[in-house]
């Protein structure tokens, strides 16, 4: 994984390539925590030799595993790095996935491996996203 800050004028982006065989999000868990990213977006495109969706069960307050065990263009991945409860880089994301007969799958980012390259800009916030753990839905939502 390469890391490149691309612009700085008030908002910091970053250009994170990833390579065969990267895990995507502990890489862009070390990514934020080197660069002290605490209200970050990003976009990416590339490919996974596999991943893991996740679909959350409101009533199980818990992600459904969707596991893809194939090569898959990334078609679309957007999300946010926030801080969590603990002020630990938390990573939200969500994925939609191309197999090579057209069809798609979507859903949470649970895990990644590239396959053989993720290109991922991240442009930073100018002020800090925090979340707190709602018992109700079960999850760490971000505070506003």
Avoid: C, W
């Avoid at 957007?78 to 938390?90: A, E, F, V, W, Y």
């Amino acid at each position: 994984m390469r890391t490149k800050e691309l612009h700085r004028d008030g908002a910091v982006t970053y250009a994170v390539i990833f390579e065969t065989g990267d895990e995507v999000t502990a890489g862009l868990k070390q990514v934020a925590h080197e660069h002290n990213l605490d209200a970050s977006h990003f976009t990416a495109i590339g490919a996974f030799q596999e991943v893991t969706l996740g679909y959350f069960e409101v009533d199980q307050k818990e992600y459904k595993h969707i596991p893809v065990h194939e090569q898959v263009e990334v078609l679309s991945m957007i999300g946010d790095i926030s801080l969590d409860p603990k002020g630990q880089p938390q990573i939200h994301a969500h994925v939609v996935v191309g197999r090579s007969d057209g069809t798609t799958r979507g859903g949470h980012l649970l895990e990644a491996h590239v396959r053989p390259t993720l290109e991922v800009v991240i442009v930073e916030s100018p002020a800090a996203l925090k979340r707190k753990f709602d018992p109700e839905v079960g999850l760490a939502l971000i505070e506003v």
